[in-house]
């Protein structure tokens, strides 16, 4: 089931940006256009679903198709951020994430592709979906968790309540719908985000079914999975969420205000957790390390050479201090570790090679070893302190509650870090339905005016195309407006003019073709013209479909946007 749930998931995300049919455009998201077709597209495939799973109430499509533009909006917004910090998902990291879907539903190689197949979906989409996931879990650690501290004072507060005399606890599984409000939002928009939840709630109240109302109504980040979020125990949840531990399997809360929006929690189980059984008492060592590696086809002195001065390195590392040694590490150091001085934490036994573990158990806390040798090659090993551990004790169980601590922070943060995108970001939504509207033929915008001198739009793109290749740069920037949106590649119009010219006038020749023109009415004062355009010069050649938003100034018409479509 949380198989089929995995893959129902990246269906509704299956972009479909590159499809040959081109439509209206639904959003544009700071200069990225997304298209009436996709977000149709992915409303229906959602509407599918929800049928091949038995439900016979369908959605109101209105909103449906809102929740699929916002969850676009949002995807879009946090592929962007990642491309700025540069973040990328490597091919193994990619692999191993199939591998452990694989791993996970008892599938053997090639079984994936075709239960992904069953459910409408191409392996190659399948990769794609599951890379932007992993590129966003990336992007959320990078921008949202590591930035998260829990004090000192709140870890031992949770190791006294519910660690130090540990006692069977309730694990209740949880799922939510999520409404999220604008950041510092007004009156107005406070009152319709509240009356609407509440609605939601009555619907639940009367009957209604709740998996069907995530699916129609719900934007937060679990919507994708029912609303699951997971299960939980007290003290391992917002506080403000607390209440619905309290309550009975199907258990509703009320509308639940946070920073970020509101909240109908639902009990979708529950469970009792005996206390972990903490076994011995171990000890642990903490550790750096020096690698030097022998590689496979050296012949016997570059081998020895090698040796002599991993001997040489270890005699230099002796009586130094901690900091020294970490420093020797970073310069010369090729292990994994280097990068961090070679530390690599606290170990207990059994989790290092043999060799290198009974080196490190044997040194006494601040002492270095002689050459040791692995499989992995040579090591020098710095004893940085030991401990002894009770597996019940604050210090064996401080990360553990650092890490839940710190998923309850994200409860909190995780919506008001993607609000904070959005309330940054440039976002232009347009109906799709009157985008879709065909026009009547050429438009008739003579017919519509009331100044006959009013220039077209058509003649504004013909006159800025004819510019373009007779490279008239006067009449080319004459095409453009003075609040023209340069995007974020450029400080200012002035730059983006400097760049422009530039580029037009080092071709030798430019041919510029446009096919298919549509005008089509944005509201009074903005038209939208799509074409296909071949573009050739004497450099390179290209074939795109772009659009040019223009604006009505006085009696005529500028270029206040320029989009192209992948």
Known sequence: ???LIMLTSLLISISVAKAETFDSIAVIVNNEAVSCYEIQHEAETAIGQIRRSGQTSLPDYNELEFRVLDAKITKLLQLQEARKLELDVSAEELGNAIHDTESRNNLVPGQ???ALKQQGMTFDEYKENLKEQILIGKLINVAVRSKLQVSEEAVREYYRKYLADPKPRREVHLAQIFLPVPNEPTPEQLSKVRDKIRWIHQQLIDGQDFTQMVTTYSQSSEREQQGDMGWFMLGGIAQRFAPALELPVNGLTAPIRSPSGFHIIKVLGDRWQDPEKTGDSYDEVHARHILLQIPAQSDAATEAKIRQRAASIARDMQDVSDEDFAA?????????SAGKGGDLGWFKKGMMIPAF????FSLKAGETSGVV???FGLHIIRVVAKRHVDPNSFEAKKEQIQQILTSIEMQEQHPRWLAGLKAAAKIEKFSCDELNIEQPAAVQPKAAVAAPELTTPESLIENWRQAWISKNLDAYFANY??????GKSHASLAEWKTYRAEAIQNKGFIRVTLNDLKV??????????EFAQVYESDVYSSSDRKALILEKEGNSWKIVRELTFL
């Open 112 to 114: 994936l592709e075709e």
């Open 373 to 375: 040798e692995t499989d």
């Open 328 to 336: 020797r590490a970073r310069e010369d150091s090729q292990g994994p």
């Open 357 to 360: 573990e009974a080196k490190a």
């Open 1 to 3: 089931m949380r198989f």
């Open 481 to 486: 407006s003075a609040h023209f949106y340069v």
């Open 520 to 529: 089509i009415p944005v509201d009074e004062s903005h038209v939208r013209g």
